[in-house]
């Protein structure tokens, strides 16, 4: 078996009488490409900051990058990168001064971020965007500078939260081919999505529904074991099942 960049048994989250999360198992292999889907309401986002060391467990067990979401949660932050779907950049700031920012964030020194600065907005391509405010550039440039900033410190694993909420197909288009090259370099990619076609990228995919994971495999396997022609097939004969609305 390859080694494991994530891996979670009987994970559970519980606020009050709420299950938000109800014993998740999960095994995510180093560099793969990993999509996390579920309707609003299902637990995604309770399970992401379980994972990036922001919330902790109720019960259950977890690592991250080989180390324990229960005691070692600011080791994982170190290690990982990643993209909010709410709050990514600083709209009042250029692209250079997030670069910065961030990077300082990361534990970045001075000559690190200068190679790194020049990197990064070359492959952005923002090159003649790099003075003015973030919050005046479109979406699409804005998602892919967050993508950029999230991997600037090199991590083991970055989470994405819905990256491409948003944006133009072709943008999207190319998200993913960025995706798929950071994936290449080795770093584990933790990706959820609302739209299915984007699900057909990953590796492998999980379906959560009412706090528990109900399917988990490649696209093509999942298609096959649902008789379905696409993982949105999947998605809404799963769904259907849902005793949560969405929220």
């Not at 997030?98 to 990361?106: D, M, P, Q």
């Not at 990197?119 to 003075?131: A, D, H, K, P």
């Not at 770093?187 to 609302?194: D, E, G, L, S």
Request: net charge negative; aromatic share 10%; charged share 30%.
């Amino acid at each position: 078996m390859s080694e494991l960049a994530i891996s979670a048994k009987g994970l559970t989250r519980i606020f009050g009488d709420f299950t938000a999360v109800d014993h998740i198992d999960l095994d995510v292999k180093k560099g793969e490409i990993f999509g996390f889907l579920g309707a609003n309401g299902a637990g995604k986002t309770t399970a992401m900051k379980m994972l990036t060391g922001l919330l902790s467990p109720s019960s259950g067990e977890a690592k991250v990058s080989g180390f324990d979401v229960y005691t070692e949660a600011e080791k994982i932050k170190k290690r990982i990168g990643y993209m909010s779907q709410k709050f990514s950049l600083y709209d009042d700031l250029t692209p250079e001064e997030n670069i910065r920012f961030y990077g300082g964030v990361y534990g970045l020194n001075d000559r690190e971020l200068k190679d790194k600065k020049d990197e990064l907005i070359s492959s952005v391509g923002l090159e003649q965007f790099r003075n003015k405010q973030v919050g005046s550039l479109p979406l699409g440039w804005k998602q892919k500078l967050a993508f950029a900033i999230s991997i600037i410190h090199d991590p083991k694993i970055v989470f994405l939260d819905e990256p491409t909420g948003g944006v133009d197909p072709v943008t999207r288009r190319q998200f993913w081919e960025r995706i798929y090259e950071v994936a290449d370099s080795g770093i584990t990619v933790f990706v959820t999505t609302h739209y299915m076609d984007e699900a057909e990228y990953c590796d492998r995919v999980s379906i959560m529904v009412d706090g528990r994971i109900d399917a988990i495999d490649s696209p093509s396997g999942l298609k096959s074991s649902f008789n379905a022609s696409s993982i949105e097939e999947v998605f809404i004969s799963l769904a259907r099942s849902a005793e949560r609305g969405d929220g």
